[in-house]
C-alpha cells in the first residue's frame, strides 16, 4: 500500500513535469482588468455613524470680513519641516514665499496677502507655529507662470505645483501627510463631499468655481500620465456631471463615506509599496485657478458651524484668516473655537487663525465643569445626550433630533474593556483595534501586516469618539504612521 | 451639588502630594470621580466624546444581574422553606413571601458584602501601589461572584476565593482589561479544586446538612442540584431504579421539570437557577448593546446541537435530557448571558464571538454529561474558552492578514503584465 502510494506520488510528479509542460495552456495570469467597466460605480457604506450635532450652517453664503493679519502655520502641514525664507518686516505680496521644506526646498510655502511679516511664532525647542503676515489690505499679488492645464508636461506641472505653493495641499496615502513631490502616484483620489459632523457641502463650496476645479483635475491628471482622477461623489451629484479626466464613484452612507481614505479603500485599495495623493476638492480648484490665473489663490468657503456659533453659515475667506473674522464675536473661556470639524479639528484660540487644511470652523460650548453622576454624570438617564452606545435612551428619539454636545471627555482613560465598538464604525477590511495595539506595541511588522498602509488618522476618528476608555486613538494611529515612515526611511 | 463638590475640594489638599492623607489618595479620587464625573475636556484628536464611560457601562451590568440577583436572595429562602416543610411544592410561591426574602437575604447579603470587602480592598490596595485609578472592572465581578456560589459557602473560602481570583487572575496581568481568564469563574474554579468537597452539589440549600443531622428534613429531600442528581446516574444502567427515580424529578409533573428549571424553583447556586430573570438581565444586555447578542446566541447554538446529538444518541439517561431542558438547567444560562460576555476574555473579533460562543456552549452539555465529577460543566467550558479565545482570534486575523497579501500580490503582477 505503501509502496503503491509512493509510486503514485511519484508518477504525478513526473506527470506535472512531462507531460504538463508540453501541453499548451490559456494564460491565467491576472492581467490589468478595466476597472471602470467591472467595478461597480454605487457603493454603499454601512458601516460608520452620522453624529447629530446641532448648528448647522444656513445655505447663505457671506464675504467674511478682510482681517488685518494672516498666518500660515507649518504644524498644518505634516511632515514639513519649515525653513523660514522671510524675516519679520519684510514686505510680501500675495503669493511670495514664506517658508519651504526642509525636505523639498522646491515646496514654497506662500503668503495668503502682500503687507509685511509682523511676526514668526515659535513654540518648544524654537518649533516654527506660525508665520503671521499683516496685511496692508491691497492685495498686490505676484505674478506666477501662467501654465496651460491642459497640454503641461506632468513635469512642468509637478515644477508649477511646488514653485506656486500648492504642493503642500497634496496629500498621500501611506502615512496620511504632505506627498512627497518625487513620488511616481499610482492613482489620485478626490472627495467630492464631506461626511463629517456640521461639514461643509461641498456644491455651495465649489459653486461658480467648476471651471477651476475642472483645470485643477487636468493638471493632476498630467501626473499620473493622463489617467482620470478618482472622484468620489454621493448618489447623482449633478455639480460634478460633464467632467471631464474624471472617474466617478458613487458612495452612499454615514459618516466616513466622505474621507478619501474610506473611498480609496473600496474603489482601489492601497497595498504596500504602493503610492496614492489626494487632494480636497477646494484646494483642487484653487490649484486649477493658481495654474491658469498665474496668481496664488487660497480661496476658502468656510462652514462656520456649532451650537455656541449665533449664526451659522458660510463665509468667503482665504486661508490662514483670523478666526474672529468667522465667529461673530463669540469669545471667552466658556466656548471652543475648533478650526476644522468636531472629529478631526484641532483647539484653537478665538485669536487663533484658520488652519490651512481647514473648510470648517465649529463653536462648541466647552466642559470643563464636574458632572454630578446623577443629573449630568455616568447615573444620569442623558436624555440629552447623544450616544452611540445605546446606554443612553436617546437612540430611539427620531432621526431628526440634533444634539448639543461640549468637550467634556464623559470619563475617564482606561485600558481596553469593551469590544465590538469600534468596527461598527470602521468601514474597512481591517481589525481596527488589532491595528492600534500594534502601534501601541510599536511592531511595525504587524501593522504592515494588519493593513496600515491604508489609514489615516481621520479614519479612526469615530472610533475615538465612541471609545468607552476613552483612548487617544488618533495620536496613537499618528504616532504609527510616523514610526513607520521613519522605519522605512 | 455644588455643596458637595465645594465640600469635596475643600478636602482634596490633605490627600494631594505632600498631603497627611496623601496614601490615600486613590481612595479620594475614586470617590470624586464616582460622584462626579470630572471636567476634562478633548485636548488633541476628537473635539466631542460619547458620554458613555466603563462606569456607566458596568453599572448596567449589575442592573441587568438585579433580577436574578432578587429571585436568587428568595429562592434560597424558598427551598429552605421546601427542604423543612414549611411549605409545600402545592403551596402558592407568594406564600410568606417575605420570610423568604428574609431568610436568602440573611445568607445572601454576606456573601455580596464580602466579595465586594475584599475584592475592591485588594483593588485599592494594587490602585495605590501602581499609582493609576480604580478600574470599574470589580463592581461587576463582585457580584457575580455570590451569584455562582452555593448559598452555605462559608464566608472565609469566599475570601480567599475572591483574593485568588482577583490577584492570581487580574492584578498580575496588568488589572481590569489585561486579564485572560473571567475573574469571577476563576473565584469558583478555585473553590473547586481547592475544596470539592464544600462544592460537590450537597449543600446547595441553606442548612440542610444541618437540618439532616436534626431529622428536620422532608421525605425524599436531598438538596441535590438538579446536576448533581443527573451525574449520579452516570455509569449506571437506564433500568436501575435508582436512576429511574431521578429521571423522574425530570418529568413534567418532577422537582426539575421544565417549567420549574425555566422558572428557576430548583436548588442551586443564588443567581443561577432562574433561566427567566437572567433572560431578563440578557434582553437588558442586548437592548443597550453591552453584552455581545453575538456571544450569547451562539452559545445557545451550541448547547442546543450538543444536546441534540446527545438525544439523538441517547446511550443512557442522562443523554436522554431533552436539549431545551439541558439549557435552562444549572449555570448553562447564567454562563451564557453574564460569563461568556465578559469583553475582556472572550474572543475580541466579531467574526471570533460566533465561534467561541458556539464551543462555549457545546463544550458546557459535554463536560456536564460525559464527566460526572464535574456536575456543572460550563465553568470549565467557559474557562477552557477563554484560553482558547486569543487562538481563535488569531486564526481569524491571520484569514485578513492573508487576503491583503494576496491582494497585494495581485496588484504587483499586475503592473507587472502592464
Request: net charge neutral; hydrophobic share 45%.
Amino acid at each position: 500500500m505503501l509502496v503503491l502510494g509512493w509510486k503514485l506520488a511519484i508518477d504525478a510528479e513526473i506527470y506535472k513535469k512531462v507531460v504538463l509542460a508540453s501541453v499548451p495552456r490559456p494564460n491565467f495570469a491576472p492581467r490589468k482588468v478595466n476597472l471602470s467597466v467591472l467595478m461597480s460605480r454605487k457603493i454603499r457604506i454601512k458601516k460608520g455613524a452620522d453624529i447629530r450635532l446641532k448648528g448647522r450652517p444656513a445655505t447663505t453664503v457671506d464675504a467674511a470680513a478682510s482681517t488685518a493679519t494672516y498666518a500660515v502655520q507649518p504644524p498644518n502641514y505634516h511632515g514639513v519641516t519649515p525653513k523660514l525664507e522671510v524675516k519679520e518686516g519684510a514686505a510680501v505680496q500675495t503669493g511670495s514665499p514664506l517658508f519651504h521644506s526642509k525636505e523639498t526646498p522646491a515646496m514654497k510655502f506662500l503668503s495668503p496677502t502682500s503687507g509685511t511679516v509682523k511676526s514668526i511664532v515659535r513654540g518648544e525647542k524654537r518649533r516654527i507655529l506660525a508665520v503671521v503676515v499683516e496685511s496692508d489690505g491691497k492685495s498686490e499679488a505676484v505674478a506666477l507662470a501662467k501654465i496651460d492645464v491642459a497640454s503641461a508636461s506632468s513635469d512642468a506641472i509637478r515644477e508649477a505645483m511646488l514653485s506656486h505653493g500648492m504642493f503642500p495641499f497634496v496629500g498621500q496615502r501611506p502615512f496620511a501627510d504632505v506627498a512627497t513631490p518625487t513620488d511616481a502616484p499610482r492613482s489620485i483620489h478626490v472627495s467630492g463631499f464631506d461626511s463629517s459632523p456640521l461639514a461643509p457641502d461641498m456644491e455651495i463650496v465649489l459653486k461658480g468655481r467648476m471651471d477651476s476645479f475642472q483645470a485643477g483635475i487636468l493638471a493632476l491628471s498630467a501626473l499620473v500620465g493622463g489617467d482620470a482622477i478618482h472622484l468620489g461623489t454621493r448618489p447623482g451629484q449633478a455639480a460634478y456631471a460633464g467632467l471631464d479626466k474624471v472617474e466617478i464613484t458613487e458612495f452612499e452612507g454615514p459618516h466616513p463615506a466622505g474621507n478619501v481614505g474610506v473611498q480609496i479603500h473600496h474603489t482601489l485599495p492601497v497595498n504596500k509599496g504602493e503610492i496614492v495623493w489626494t487632494m480636497h476638492a477646494e484646494d483642487v480648484a484653487n490649484l486649477g485657478e493658481t495654474l491658469t490665473s498665474g496668481k496664488y489663490t487660497a480661496k476658502r468657503t468656510v462652514a462656520a458651524t456649532g451650537s455656541e456659533h449665533p449664526a451659522p453659515r458660510y463665509y468667503q475667506t482665504h486661508i490662514g484668516c483670523e478666526l474672529a473674522s468667522l465667529t461673530n464675536g463669540i469669545q471667552g473661556d466658556s466656548v471652543r473655537v475648533i478650526s476644522g470639524n468636531p472629529l478631526t479639528g484641532t483647539h484653537a484660540a478665538s485669536d487663533g487663525y484658520l488652519g490651512g487644511l481647514d473648510h470648517q470652523i465649529t463653536l462648541l460650548p466647552e466642559g470643563n465643569d464636574p458632572k454630578f453622576l446623577l443629573t449630568a454624570g455616568w447615573l444620569s438617564p442623558g436624555l440629552d445626550k447623544f450616544s452611540l452606545s445605546k446606554s443612553y435612551p436617546t437612540w430611539l428619539l427620531p432621526k431628526s433630533k440634533e444634539f448639543v454636545m461640549d468637550t467634556n471627555t464623559g470619563g475617564e482613560e482606561r485600558a481596553f474593556v469593551v469590544t465590538g465598538q469600534y468596527e461598527p464604525v470602521f468601514p474597512f477590511d481591517i481589525y481596527p483595534v488589532q491595528l492600534i495595539k500594534s502601534i501601541m506595541a510599536n511592531d511595525i511588522d504587524a501593522m504592515e501586516k494588519l493593513g496600515i498602509y491604508e489609514v489615516a488618522p481621520e479614519d479612526f476618528a469615530l472610533c475615538e469618539y465612541a471609545c468607552t476608555s476613552k483612548i487617544d486613538v488618533q495620536d496613537i494611529v499618528r504616532d504609527g504612521l510616523d514610526n513607520l515612515k521613519k522605519e522605512l526611511g | 451639588m455644588k455643596a458637595l463638590h465645594n465640600m469635596l475640594d475643600s478636602i482634596r489638599p490633605h490627600f494631594e502630594e505632600g498631603g497627611k492623607l496623601s496614601r490615600f489618595w486613590v481612595v479620594y479620587d475614586s470617590l470624586e470621580t464616582f460622584a462626579f464625573t470630572p471636567g476634562h475636556t478633548t485636548k488633541n484628536g476628537v473635539q466631542i466624546r460619547d458620554g458613555v464611560d466603563l462606569k456607566r457601562t458596568m453599572f448596567l451590568v449589575i442592573v441587568a444581574l438585579i433580577p436574578a440577583l432578587l429571585f436568587g436572595t428568595w429562592n434560597q429562602g424558598h427551598q429552605y422553606m421546601l427542604s423543612i416543610g414549611e411549605v409545600s411544592v402545592a403551596d402558592p410561591l407568594m406564600m410568606a413571601f417575605f420570610d423568604k426574602m428574609l431568610i436568602g437575604a440573611i445568607k445572601v447579603l454576606p456573601l455580596v458584602v464580602v466579595s465586594y470587602g475584599v475584592g475592591l480592598g485588594i483593588e485599592f490596595l494594587f490602585a495605590g501601589m501602581r499609582g493609576h485609578s480604580i478600574n470599574e472592572g470589580y463592581l461587576v465581578s463582585g457580584m457575580l461572584i455570590p451569584l455562582i456560589m452555593p448559598v452555605d459557602v462559608p464566608l472565609w473560602m469566599l475570601a480567599l476565593a475572591v483574593a485568588f481570583a482577583v490577584i492570581i487572575a487580574k492584578e498580575v496581568f496588568g488589572g481590569t482589561g489585561m486579564n485572560i481568564l473571567n475573574v469571577a469563574l476563576t473565584a469558583r474554579a478555585f473553590l473547586f479544586f481547592a475544596y470539592p468537597k464544600q462544592l460537590s452539589g450537597e449543600i446547595w440549600i441553606h442548612e440542610v446538612a444541618t437540618s439532616k443531622a436534626g431529622g428536620l428534613l422532608v421525605d425524599g429531600y436531598t438538596g441535590a442540584t438538579a446536576l448533581g442528581q443527573l451525574a449520579s446516574t452516570v455509569g449506571k444502567a437506564p433500568t436501575e431504579p435508582a436512576v429511574m427515580g431521578v429521571m423522574d424529578m425530570f418529568a413534567a409533573d418532577g422537582m426539575f421539570s421544565l417549567t420549574n428549571s425555566f422558572f428557576g424553583l430548583i436548588p442551586g447556586s443564588v443567581g443561577e437557577t432562574s433561566a427567566l430573570a437572567i433572560l431578563i438581565g440578557a434582553a437588558l444586555l442586548i437592548w443597550t448593546g453591552i453584552g455581545s447578542w453575538k456571544v450569547m446566541s451562539s452559545f445557545l447554538v451550541g448547547g442546543l446541537a450538543m444536546g441534540a446529538i446527545f438525544n439523538a444518541m441517547g446511550l443512557n439517561a442522562y443523554m436522554t435530557i431533552p436539549a431545551i431542558h439541558q439549557v435552562v438547567m444549572g449555570g448553562f444560562m447564567f454562563g451564557m448571558v453574564f460569563m461568556a460576555t465578559d469583553p475582556v476574555s472572550a474572543a475580541q473579533t466579531e467574526r471570533g464571538k460566533w465561534v467561541y460562543g458556539f464551543f462555549g456552549g457545546f463544550l458546557s452539555i459535554m463536560i456536564r454529561v460525559f464527566n460526572p465529577a464535574y456536575p456543572e460543566g460550563v465553568m470549565m467550558a467557559i474557562l477552557f474558552m477563554n484560553v482558547m479565545a486569543p487562538l481563535i482570534d488569531h486564526y481569524v486575523i491571520q484569514a485578513n492578514v492573508s487576503k491583503r497579501e494576496k491582494r497585494m500580490q495581485l496588484s504587483l503582477s499586475q503592473r507587472a503584465t502592464a
